[in-house]
């Protein structure tokens, strides 16, 4: 067989526009986790700014208003979870997993007006350069900015907790939130601040889905990526640029085994469907297996609720 | 005193629940059990609308969605036939045992179940549409439209339902064009845009020039049209969400077989029967063809249509040969209905293996 290689760019295309919620959600996830806060909310926060996002453009017509919409609806949803877990001194994981009911449960009321309705078309940046380089034209141009924008958060991400003095207070937080009150950080608004801008991406990563991959609105649609994102996070230890690589061989997986079903490769379909997970998984672990590395990048007080004294 | 209190009390409560039960009589209410969201845009919604047809004919109805196909099913269908319905459908397949075991209890109640063959109560009867009459004309035109002579396919699961599809469909696409190839793709989901339109996607990418589908969400006809390819729609019209790109789509179409039964209830002329309706009885509905089908594909089109409606031809007319080459309907013959509700192998001219 002749492997044509505009084709191998289309799929490697593919591959990256399958990953750009996943790395969206995981590295905004990444950020309130690395201050501490474990969120399960994340399939919750997704799906209202899909919701939110698909309801803007269709009421407004602006993509603006409903791309920043639905970060702002990530946004106030998780304002609920950081109020009950950090004013409220809540269980986290309790409280996660109650949000990502509530946001599947609000976004289908909220939606039962928009099923049916086509999504618009997204504009989408150089297409004009789409046939110029052979392999390379179809990965890097005619994609949509939040392609771009999600390509390049994991390395702003790791720039801004390893370089910036903000970034160093959240992993402070997160390791020794007694210790970074005692230096004089307030880690209530340290960590509330980690949670809205997690909820802003997961909001940004629903309206991905729902605005740019598949423009339309149905009930479920996420259909369990939160958790993916959610995984990837932990499986990465912690590291925005693992996340990519993980990201990418989840969605890597999902598409290539689809390519070998319509090849004909003989390999049992159930098989094949499992082999993202398997594969995501065991890459992640084998490439982060340096145990020293993981006690520093992992969050020791991840999941434990903060009470000041004073 | 008292004794008179208490008496006219409880007459009183006597005669409110004759009043009741009288009122409840009269109207007969009808109850739905979706398994999935009425938002889903697909099976559920299409029963939905099959709903509404039955309120908008004057009568009172309910629904519960989301119910899954296990002992909750059967609490949803007690609480139901508690209060007061008189017609319950149950629409998904795995509500086949909950539906028999609890119409035994309400011998007065009725249930209809969708896609299942057990009727072990009077008051059970059965129904399904011949989505594969549909799939005919939707190979009939694969067949003829594309040029690359690969066409596409994303199923869902493994289940005579999909596979009947697929033979169907590849039959007829042979008929028109020996050369195609039926590419088939699983996706394991009813329904999961995201990974429907990569599935539609990878076919493409491989040459696929025309797309049909066996899940539900429109996410395929919008990669379709994307991508510049043909698609058809699956459940409901879903031209508006790729008009280039959709050729046809076929519709499932309840609605006047759910008036139909719940008349049949307030005339007291319900009796169990086992429905299995196609395109001659309006339960499949095939859209309005695109423009861009040349006419003399639309002229046969319409007339294969007038004769699938008629029984003039059949879906599966032998002579149909398995993969393996061996005879499945001998020339001049047709399926039965047996052979169709079990139908768990390929036709000759589909590639790969079904998954087990």
Known sequence: ?310 | MHKFLIRSFVSSLVLLFTLTVAAVAKDVKAAFVYIGPTGDHGWTYQHDVGRKAVEAAGFKTTYVEGVPESADAERVLRQLANSGHDIIFTTSFGYMNPTNKVAKEFPNVKFEHATGYKREHPNVATYAARFYEGRTILGTIAGTMTKSNVIGYVASFPIPEVIRGINSFTLAAQKVNPNIKTKIVWAFTWYDPGKEAEAAKALIDQGADVIAQHTDSTAIVQMAEKAGVYAFGQASDMDKFAPKAVLTSVENNWGPYYVDRVKAVANGTWSQKDTWHGIGDGMVVISGLDSQMPSDLQAKVKKLQADLASGKVHSFTGPIYDQKGNLMVAEGKTADDGMLAGMMTYVKGVEGDIPK
Not at chain 1, 28 to 45: A, K
């Open chain 1, 1 to 310: 067989m002749i492997i044509d290689i505009n084709f191998v760019g289309l799929i490697i295309a593919s591959i990256m526009a399958s990953a750009v919620p996943l790395i969206l959600a995981s590295c905004g996830e990444l950020i309130t986790e690395r201050s501490g806060v474990l969120n399960l909310g994340v399939e919750g926060m997704m799906i209202i700014g899909a919701i939110s996002g698909f309801a803007l453009m269709t009421i407004t017509g602006s993509l603006i208003i409903a791309v920043f919409g639905a970060m702002l609806a990530g946004v106030l949803i998780s304002t609920i979870f950081a109020f009950l877990t950090q004013t409220l001194i809540t269980n986290h994981v309790a409280t996660g997993l109650a949000l990502t009911i509530f946001g599947i449960g609000i976004s289908a009321m909220i939606g039962k007006n928009f099923v049916g309705i086509p999504g618009k078309e997204f504009p989408v940046l150089f297409e004009g350069l789409k046939d110029t380089i052979p392999l390379l034209s179809p990965i890097l141009f005619g994609h949509s900015i939040v392609f771009y924008f999600a390509f390049a958060l994991p390395f702003i991400t790791s720039y801004f907790l390893k370089k910036t003095k903000i970034g160093l207070i959240v992993r402070a937080v997160g390791d020794s939130p007694e210790s970074a009150s005692n230096q004089g950080i307030n880690v209530r608004l340290v960590r509330y601040a980690c949670i809205l801008y997690g909820g802003a991406m997961c909001g940004l990563a629903g309206a991905y889905l729902s605005m740019i991959y598949t423009p339309q609105w149905i009930e479920n649609m996420t259909g369990g990526r939160g958790w993916i994102a959610l995984a990837l996070v932990v499986f990465s230890t912690w590291n925005p640029i693992k996340i990519l690589i993980g990201a990418l061989i989840f969605g890597g997986l999902t598409i290539i085994q689809f390519h070998m079903q319509a090849i004909g490769v003989r390999i049992p379909v159930q098989f094949l469907t499992a082999l993202p997970y398997i594969v995501t998984i065991i890459v992640l672990v084998v490439i982060s297996r340096d145990s020293r590395k993981i006690r520093l990048s992992t969050p020791s007080s991840l999941g434990k609720s903060f009470h000041k004294d004073n």
